[in-house]
């Protein structure tokens, strides 16, 4: 089992920037990826972006481009989402997640973190 913690959510005005923090623990090297996605109001959950334990190879959603970046710290076994430039639609219950395959495809992530509210003031 892997457990994954997120934090660092909040309020923010459009074009501020937050990070959100994933800690994980448990059976760690099971899952070489870590990937977040997000959850808008009245939406589908969608992938924002992944990232390799191993080696740091990152993949994003073209709609976060730019903008997030995904980073890790093997030594802490954490990994964090740096958004800048934050959107009204950018508003978000926004969930890590842990995978064998560095993927947009929510169903390869089997351990799921129980999210953490982002909100942007327009």
């Known amino acids: 089992q892997v457990q994954l913690v997120e934090s660092g959510g909040g309020l923010v005005q459009a074009g501020g920037s937050l990070r959100l923090s994933c800690a994980a623990s448990g059976r760690t090297f099971s899952s070489n990826v870590m990937g977040w996605f997000r959850h808008p109001p009245g939406k589908e959950r969608e992938f924002v972006g992944a990232i390799k334990w191993s080696g740091g190879s990152t993949i994003y959603a073209d709609s976060v481009k730019g903008r997030f970046t995904i980073s890790r710290d093997n030594a802490k076994n954490t990994v964090y989402l740096q958004m800048n430039s934050l959107k009204f639609e950018d508003t978000a219950v926004y969930y890590c997640?842990?995978?064998?395959?560095?993927?947009?495809?929510?169903?390869?992530?089997?351990?799921w973190g129980r999210g953490t509210l982002v909100t942007v003031s327009s």
């Open positions: 997640a842990a995978s064998v395959v560095l993927s947009g495809r929510a169903a390869l992530y089997d351990y």
